[in-house]
């Protein structure tokens, strides 16, 4: 005993400060983002009609960025801008108003590719599908501005990486919506060609159950369903879609819509960007490659420079072609769903809250079954929120709530929002950093305005994420927010290209 007596007594002499030295720190739980907390705005948003990027019947010009051209002068990459369809609301909606809509719309769009993913069938010796695109209630969120035909028509289109077909409303309309601008007519247009029966088109049609033939014309018909109910119906055609400084693509197939039917609110139709033969990617292979690129800003950045006029706004944009992968990018795989080959899948391997991974959420949690099309994640550019498998958003959630302990949790949440919280009167909040973590190795560190948004004018932010109890998983665009989303079909991969917009 005495040697312990002896050692007790001389580390009671020790000074207190090299006792504190020798202590070490404990390291800190949580990382942590900060997010400036700025409420919606209660003021109406006056709509500025000079701020849309759009098409140009006059000059024959879309407001493309860049027109790259190789050594031979043959344009290798085309760049053009996309506008936010909350640029075409109703005038004097407000923030809150505008909100409202677009998780209603997601709903429903996010329903249909789940409805989609269910209903897949195996026939015969192969799999097949009904023709639904993810595009429900008109939601795709995105417009492009391209002209069609010869002398080129200006045409508003829904990006949809949901679906493959290119359609627009064509005159004469035997049923059509309001568009913005004027419908396309087939008979002024010098390119304009009908497709026959049995064309290699048309068999890409029958062969996900959306194509018809006209026995007295010979000609190809095509029909498109989507998760609501709307439909298209029309001829099919191929055509040439202009650029800017001349660029154009000649003889792409597409719908020409005469009967048409839904809620796509201004849109004169559709660019397919999915994976099947007769996505606009896929018939612009042989001169762009299989390479595309969008990036699509803030979702609140073109509400806010429409209000603020001196504002210089920010542009979402969409790239074909060589330029669009970027050279600093890191790459996961595409995966393939062949009963739902439309779809970009890809490897989502697991995720990071504050810095920790998430205990219990590996591949296995969202693992593509090839057997029977269930399960899987992919990307889309019209659904809104992400949607994660009901019991890996909970142990996300559950994560975000005990690194985010030290804010008030908002009771009763907001629409699909079961995890909001109390920020008024705040401007700065320290908030868990997010990452979604990709097969290869690449990790998508998402900044804090993609996760955490506000949905009132009171100063209540609510966690961007939902669960699903279907048989797919989504991530939405406003976690692809600020991101170069890139789909390399040439190589099968896909990359998110922080701070390369």
Not at 206 to 213: K, L, Q, R, S, V
Not at 485 to 492: A, I, K, L, P, W
């Amino acid at each position: 005993m005495a040697p312990i007596c002896s050692l007790l007594f001389l580390l009671f002499l020790l000074p207190p400060s090299t006792a504190a030295v020798s202590k070490p720190k404990p390291p800190a739980r949580y990382r942590y983002h900060t997010l400036r907390a700025t409420p919606l705005s209660p003021d109406p948003i006056t709509r500025a009609d000079a701020a849309l990027p759009l098409f140009s019947a006059a000059s024959g010009e879309a407001p493309i960025l860049e027109l790259d051209s190789d050594d031979n002068g043959n344009a290798s990459t085309v760049r053009f801008l996309l506008a936010h369809r909350e640029a075409f609301a109703a005038p004097n909606a407000t923030a809150a108003q505008l909100l409202a809509h677009r998780l209603a719309r997601d709903a429903a769009r996010a329903e249909a590719i789940s409805v989609s993913a269910r209903n897949v069938t195996r026939a015969g010796g192969g799999f097949s599908a009904p023709v639904v695109s993810g595009l429900a209630q008109g939601s795709g969120e995105y417009f492009a501005s391209v002209g069609v035909g010869t002398p080129p028509t200006p045409a508003l289109l829904v990006l949809d990486t949901g679906s493959d077909v290119v359609w627009l409303q064509c005159a004469p309309c035997r049923q059509c919506y309001a568009q913005s601008g004027r419908v396309f007519d087939p008979r002024r247009s010098r390119s304009y060609a009908a497709v026959r029966c049995g064309a290699p088109p048309c068999r890409g049609l029958d062969a996900g159950g959306g194509g018809g033939c006209d026995r007295r014309r010979g000609t190809c018909l095509y029909q498109v369903a989507y998760g609501d109910g709307s439909v298209t119906a029309g001829d099919l055609a191929t055509e040439t879609l202009w650029f800017a400084r001349g660029a154009r693509v000649p003889r792409v197939a597409v719908g020409c819509g005469h009967d048409n039917e839904g809620l796509f609110v201004a849109a004169a139709g559709l660019l397919g960007l999915g994976r099947g033969r007769l996505s606009l990617p896929t018939q612009t292979a042989r001169r762009y490659g299989r390479r595309f690129s969008y990036c699509l800003v803030d979702r609140t950045s073109s509400s806010s420079s429409l209000n603020r006029p001196s504002a210089t706004p920010r542009s979402s944009t969409l790239t074909f072609g060589a330029g669009a992968v970027p050279g600093r990018a890191s790459f996961t795989p595409m995966v393939s769903n062949p009963r739902m080959a439309t779809f970009y899948y890809v490897r989502v391997v697991g995720f990071s809250v504050g810095g920790a991974r998430v205990r219990g959420v590996g591949e296995r949690s969202l693992r593509l079954d090839p057997s029977t099309g269930r399960g899987g994640v992919i990307l889309d550019s019209g659904t809104s929120v992400t949607r994660l498998a009901r019991p890996v958003y909970v142990a996300v959630r559950e994560a975000f709530r005990a690194a985010a302990g030290g804010l008030r949790l908002a009771p009763g949440g907001f629409s699909l929002f079961d995890t909001c919280y109390d920020l008024r009167g705040r401007r700065v909040v320290k908030v868990p950093t997010v990452s979604v973590h990709l097969a290869g190795g690449a990790e998508v560190a998402l900044p804090p305005e993609n996760y955490l948004i506000p949905v009132d004018t009171r100063g209540t932010f609510c966690l961007a994420l939902a669960g699903t109890d279907g048989g797919v998983s989504i991530v939405g665009n406003i976690q692809q927010q600020g991101f170069r989303v890139v789909f390399d079909g040439d190589r099968q991969r896909v990359a998110l290209v922080p701070k390369s917009c």
